[in-house]
């Protein structure tokens, strides 16, 4: 997997807008780039994946700058329990590609 | 649908003994993979298996074997636990061809 950057804590307030960010310098023109989540004692759930655009689900929305070196995963309102361990991942190309965990993002949220 | 399970959720052995750890899915996923998670550390993948019958072997296989007989289970031997296996092991499972992989609520070994 290509290696990620991240940094190591971020702290937002309740109900106000989260922006992650997450370096992949070294990505190469057919990686995605995949968002995981883990929760406090649980295993890690799948938020988010793109390619080259912007994308938007449910949980949150990925943005991938134009050069796709670096990307932003963005909570639009922040909750309690979006307090979490956020990881950015690029899976090798292929299918079923392990996936390579770094240490993530622990996001804390204040009330 | 369950989703991937995983049993037990606890488990302490002492050094020596062996056990092994269930994982389950009911989505009829090809691709099962386990990791280990140590505290204040990402996931390191053990062992993972591209479908029933077919396994190999991820960052840290030593210790540990597998086996695939079946699509739904994909069980985590430990011969002789050490004291070094003590972690939070995670299952996951996903649809061939895809990267999105979905985890079990995992189970937390301590070895004695």
């Known amino acids: 997997d290509a290696k990620t950057t991240q940094p190591n804590s971020m702290e937002s307030n309740e109900e106000e807008p989260v922006h992650l960010p997450c370096n992949h310098s070294?990505?190469?023109?057919?990686?995605?780039i995949h968002w995981y989540r883990q929760l406090p004692s649980q295993g890690p759930e799948y938020v988010i994946h793109?390619?080259?655009s912007n994308v938007n689900n449910r949980m949150a929305s990925l943005a991938i700058a134009e050069d796709r070196k670096s990307s932003t995963l963005i909570l639009h309102r922040a909750t309690l329990r979006d307090a979490a361990v956020y990881y950015c991942?690029?899976?090798?190309?292929?299918?079923?590609?392990?996936?390579?965990f770094g240490k993530g993002i622990t996001l804390s949220v204040r009330p | 649908n369950a989703g991937v399970t995983q049993t037990p959720k606890f488990q302490v052995l002492k050094t020596g003994q062996s056990m092994t750890l269930q994982c389950a899915q009911d989505?009829?996923?090809?691709?099962m993979s386990w990791y280990r998670q140590d505290p204040g550390m990402g996931l390191r993948l053990i062992h993972y298996?591209?479908?029933?019958?077919?396994?190999d072997q991820g960052e840290v296989p030593n210790g540990y074997n597998v086996s695939r007989s079946t699509t739904e289970d994909f069980p985590l031997r430990l011969l002789s636990a050490a004291p070094s296996q003590t972690s939070v092991y995670f299952c996951?499972?996903?649809?061939?061809?895809?990267?999105?992989?979905?985890f079990g609520p995992g189970t937390r070994l301590t070895v004695l």
């Open positions: 991942i690029l899976p090798h190309t292929g299918a079923n590609s392990k996936l390579t």
């Open positions: 070294t990505i190469s023109g057919t990686d995605y």
């Open positions: 793109g390619l080259t």
């Open positions: 989505m009829n996923h090809e691709y």
């Open positions: 298996s591209v479908g029933a019958g077919i396994t």
């Open positions: 996951a499972s996903a649809e061939g061809g895809t990267d999105t992989q979905y």
